[in-house]
Structure formats: structure tokens, C-alpha cells
């Protein structure tokens, strides 16, 4: 039975509006092909795949047209049959230039997928499993990318003992995992089937936030008898679709600073990507299309899309009807997505939602706020879920002072959440400088 009352939760965090309406309730639909598709062979955490097709071949959907180059990496699949027109540069949601496979699809193809070599559940070891995952090209699809291979294997002497399948999906406007779970609750259930044996976990909780009751009560009446699993629901705030907060809300326990689910004996997986799990590894398939909401007032065909990989921002948005006066899209959702200029940069397998915005939202015709100096309220402070200083840490980011702001004020925790900004009456975008200053550090740590 499935307790809606409960109040498991964390300390701080903040209320967006949540603007799910629009989309939660549409079924997700197949989207259309567009002209080129552009395949980053960086699309995760680690080193780019390596190319294994020439420009002029011609390839058919689902085939693998770049291997893992190593264990921190994984393979790209190609998104339709057609021919490759180009392998080079291409604009990046990280605003560089990266190596990509430029694919133009047949418009006569049937567009059907063949299957691969299957990894079946019962018969495959855990190794077996993980090798299945890598070459199926499965990373984190909640935004992270992160290669879910490489997340299952916990570091030496770490025992764990709850899986996570985390369908909180706190970020505003986005409904991706609502409708995952709604249309494809046995493909999750497969995939938890896989990933308890890979992690050897005595049990798996599947989390969810209160706003999404149906897909709650489905998921908890679909359980099978065999699987140790249980739908526990939290009270809606943000950023409960962490990985720390959710782990904090439902287990009690704290990630240490500088530290991982697994040293408090948890592994978690987005539901999203727990169903591509359940639904590739056992025809052999390989990812190359992903479910994203596409939203927001700049758009008048909002829903859930199954969209090839590769289609670019401007391509999803003139298919959805976006509306002339766009001034800000976000990959992902407004919290914790990154706005993004150049709209020729191609969905990766990251993706989880485009939401648009116009002028009248975003004050201006640039989409960007004047912002006034900091008046010391202090409500930074308490909407950081980390405990962490925003207000001291923004003061530090304008003087440039990056090493203490790691070493003194914890900056490489801060998980980009953006509630101090949100929260902040004199606009200081806290976030942005945090991100930047993140990098600033990364850099001159590897530097040194
Ligand atoms: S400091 Fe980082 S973790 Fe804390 S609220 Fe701001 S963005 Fe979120
Ligand atoms: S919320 Fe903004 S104005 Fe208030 S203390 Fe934090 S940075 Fe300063």
C-alpha cells in the first residue's frame, strides 16, 4: 500500500512553480527524422567513442557506427539508415566544438531496427551484463550522461544494498520519467531485473514525488512477485531528483562531502534509463533515439517525444511550432539546464527536455535580469540543500578566488541545483558563476 501521507524528505531546497500540466498527461509520440542528424561521439562522461564507419557508407538504423574507446566510454548507434555525410566538428551543448558523425537519413527506409546479439537476464553473468551495457551505448538519462556501466561497478570494499531507481523528476516543465513510467513500466522492471544482479543488491526502491500518483500506483501494482522491490513516494520539493537528497530523503543517510552513493551502500539509476535498460539489452539493441518533453510558452506542440539522437534544437523546435519570439531555450529543464544560444547543437542521449521561453517570461528580448548587488538576506542559505555558504561563495567567484572557494567553502559539492539563484531577490546568477568557477577549478587542478 502505497503511502501518499509520508513525509520523507530533506533539509532546505525551494518550490518552483512546477508547470508540468501541459505535457503529463500526453502519451509519447514517435518523432520525425529530420534532413541531418548529427551524432556527437562525446555524448557521456569519459573519452569520446572511436568512429567505425567512413564517410559515403551507407548504414542501417541501430547499427553501431563508433565503439567504446576504453572502459570510461561507450558506443554511439546510428539514429536512422542512411548514408554518413561527414565525419568533423560540430557545436556542443558545452559551447566547444567536438568530433561528430554527420548522418542524412534515406527518406524511402522503413526506418525498422534489427536486432543484435541479446543478453539474456537469467543466463548472463554480471560481467556479461555490463559489457551488454557499454556496447549498448547506455548512459545517464537524466541529464548527467554519466556511463551506467561504469556507476554499477561499485569501488573496491563498498558493499551495497539498495538499488535506487529514481523517478523523482523534480526539475520544472519536464515529464519524461512520469510518462517512461506510465507507458513503459515492464521494460523497468527488466531493467531492474538486470541491474540487481549486476549490483547484487538485496533490494531496489523505486523513488517517486507525490505529483506523479498514477504512474506511483501503477509501478507499485506491476511489481513482480519474484523482484524485491518497493514504490516509496516523497513530498514535491526540489531538488529532491538528486541523487543526495533522494538518498537523504529515503534512506536517512548522508553522502559524505567528496563522495559517492556507494559509500553509504547505494547505487541509484534514472528510470529512464533503468527502462532502455529493460528495453535494448534483451533484442541487442543499442541506444539511438531517446524520450524528451519539449515545452514551454515558445512552443505550441509541447509533449513527450521518442527523438532520434542527433536532431538538432532548431529542427525539435520548428517541428513543435515555436513561436517567433523565442529569447531562451534550456537543454533539459529552467532549474538545471543549461541555456543554450547556438540552436544547431544536436540532442545527445543527456538530453532530457528543451523548454523555450519567450520575451514576456524572461523580462526582455535577451532573456537576461538586471542584476543588483547582494543585500545579505541570507535566503541563499537556507534554500542550499548542501548547507553550503552561496551568498560567500558568489562573493569569492567575482574576486576570482576559486582555490578557496574549493578549499574553504566546499564549491566542488555544489551540485548546480540553481535554487540559490532562484531564490535570490537581487538576481545574482549564483549558479552560473558556481559552474564556471567549477571549471576554473577542474582546470588548474589537472594544471597542477
Ligand atoms: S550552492 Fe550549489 S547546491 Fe547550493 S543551492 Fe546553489 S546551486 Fe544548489
Ligand atoms: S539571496 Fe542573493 S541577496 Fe540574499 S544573501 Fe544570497 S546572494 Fe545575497
Redesign the pocket.
Known amino acids: 500500500m502505497l503511502d501518499f501521507a509520508k513525509r520523507d524528505s530533506f533539509p532546505?531546497g525551494i518550490h518552483p512553480p512546477e508547470n508540468k500540466d501541459d505535457t503529463s498527461g500526453l502519451p509519447i509520440r514517435q518523432f520525425p527524422f529530420a534532413p541531418v542528424l548529427i551524432v556527437p561521439l562525446s555524448q557521456h562522461l569519459g573519452k569520446p567513442a572511436k568512429p567505425v564507419v567512413r564517410e559515403g557508407q551507407e548504414v542501417v538504423r541501430g547499427q553501431t557506427i563508433a565503439e567504446a574507446d576504453g572502459f570510461m566510454s561507450v558506443a554511439m548507434h546510428a539514429p536512422a539508415s542512411g548514408t554518413i555525410r561527414r565525419i568533423g566538428l560540430a557545436p556542443h551543448i558545452n559551447g566547444q566544438m567536438v568530433e561528430a558523425v554527420y548522418l542524412e537519413p534515406l527518406p524511402a527506409s522503413t526506418q525498422e531496427i534489427a536486432d543484435g546479439e541479446p543478453c539474456d537476464v537469467e543466463s548472463a553473468t554480471p560481467d556479461e551484463i555490463v559489457t551488454a551495457i557499454q556496447r549498448a551505448g547506455i548512459v545517464g538519462l537524466g541529464g548527467a550522461a554519466f556511463p551506467t556501466h561504469v556507476k554499477l561497478r561499485p569501488p573496491e570494499g563498498k558493499t551495497l544494498d539498495t538499488l535506487f531507481i529514481n523517478g523523482v523528476e523534480c526539475e520544472p516543465y519536464l515529464t519524461t520519467d512520469h510518462r517512461v513510467m506510465l507507458e513503459q513500466t515492464e521494460d523497468i522492471f527488466m531493467g531492474i531485473r538486470y541491474l540487481l544482479k549486476v549490483t547484487q543488491t538485496p533490494r531496489a526502491v523505486i523513488a517517486i514525488e507525490a505529483n506523479k500518483p498514477d504512474a506511483a500506483e501503477k509501478l507499485a501494482a506491476a511489481v513482480p512477485e519474484d523482484l524485491p522491490v518497493e514504490v516509496r513516494v516523497s513530498p514535491v520539493k526540489y531538488?529532491q531528483g538528486?541523487e543526495k537528497m533522494v538518498i537523504k530523503a529515503l534512506l536517512g543517510r548522508e553522502i559524505p562531502s567528496g563522495g559517492l552513493p556507494a559509500d553509504v551502500g547505494a547505487v541509484c539509476c534514472n528510470v529512464a534509463t533503468t527502462a532502455e535498460i529493460g528495453r535494448l539489452l534483451p533484442r541487442g539493441r543499442g541506444i539511438q533515439e531517446r524520450v524528451i518533453t519539449i515545452t514551454g510558452p515558445g512552443v505550441s506542440k509541447k509533449g513527450n517525444y521518442r527523438i532520434p539522437i542527433g536532431t538538432t534544437v532548431r529542427f525539435a523546435l520548428e517541428q513543435c511550432g515555436a513561436v517567433e519570439d523565442i529569447s531562451r531555450v534550456f537543454m533539459g529543464g529552467p532549474m538545471m539546464g543549461p541555456s543554450v544560444s547556438n540552436l544547431d547543437i544536436p540532442i545527445t542521449k543527456g538530453t532530457s527536455g528543451i523548454t523555450a521561453f519567450t520575451a514576456a517570461e524572461t523580462g526582455g528580448s535577451t532573456g537576461h535580469r538586471k542584476v543588483y548587488p547582494c543585500i545579505g538576506c541570507a535566503r541563499?542559505v537556507e534554500?542550499?540543500?548542501?548547507?553550503?555558504?552561496?551568498s560567500q561563495?558568489g562573493i569569492l567567484a567575482k574576486f576570482e578566488q576559486y582555490e578557496q572557494m574549493a578549499d574553504d567553502f566546499h564549491?566542488m559539492?555544489?551540485?548546480?541545483?540553481?535554487?540559490?539563484?532562484?531564490v535570490c531577490p537581487s538576481h545574482i546568477p549564483?549558479?552560473q558563476y558556481?559552474r564556471m568557477s567549477k571549471k576554473m577549478v577542474r582546470k588548474m587542478r589537472a594544471a597542477a
Do not use: I, K, T
Open positions: 532546505h531538488p538528486a541563499c534554500a542550499c540543500p548542501l548547507y553550503l555558504n552561496p561563495l564549491l559539492d555544489c551540485f548546480e541545483c540553481g535554487s540559490c539563484s532562484y549564483l549558479v558556481f
